[in-house]
Nanobody, 127 residues
Framework: EVQLVESGGGLVQPGGSLRLSCAAS????????MSWFRQAPGKGLEWVSG????????YYADSVKGRFTISRDNAKNTMYLQLNSLKTEDTAIYYC????????????????????WGQGTQVPGSS
């Protein structure tokens, strides 16, 4: 069974930074695009950022562009999300997700295109 385990959430000062990690196992990580989603209190899941399988192209939601950076290390089977200049509205549970092999494209912003999800890590945002 595919496993995705997020880590790195925690307390942060206004304008501060965090680095989230997503450790992947039990599948060939380097074959699949990956994304980060988030769910703020009382809201639905929102796509945040995605990275294609070989890491050469990245995509961001307008709300985080210029502040967040996605990356991956295929040798370590790990994806990252660097969160800078955090705002209150960034408060959410952040999830990593694996793009389904059935999806015909490099990346998707739609949660239905993803077949495995991590358990999430809490980002409190700025206080």
């Amino acid at each position: 069974e595919v496993q995705l385990v997020e880590s790195g959430g925690g307390l942060v000062q206004p304008g501060g930074s965090l680095r989230l990690s997503c450790a992947a196992s039990r599948f060939t990580f380097s074959w699949y695009a990956m994304s980060w989603f988030r769910q703020a209190p009382g809201k639905g899941l929102e796509w945040v950022s995605g990275i294609i399988a070989d890491g050469t192209r990245t995509y961001y939601a307008d709300s985080v562009k210029g502040r967040f950076t996605i990356s991956r290390d295929n040798a370590k089977n790990t994806m990252y999300l660097q969160l800078n200049s955090l705002k209150t509205e960034d408060t959410a549970i952040y999830y990593c997700a694996k793009l389904s092999a059935e999806y015909d494209g490099d990346l998707s912003v739609h949660l239905s295109s993803y077949d495995y999800w991590g358990q999430g890590t809490q980002v409190p945002g700025s206080s």
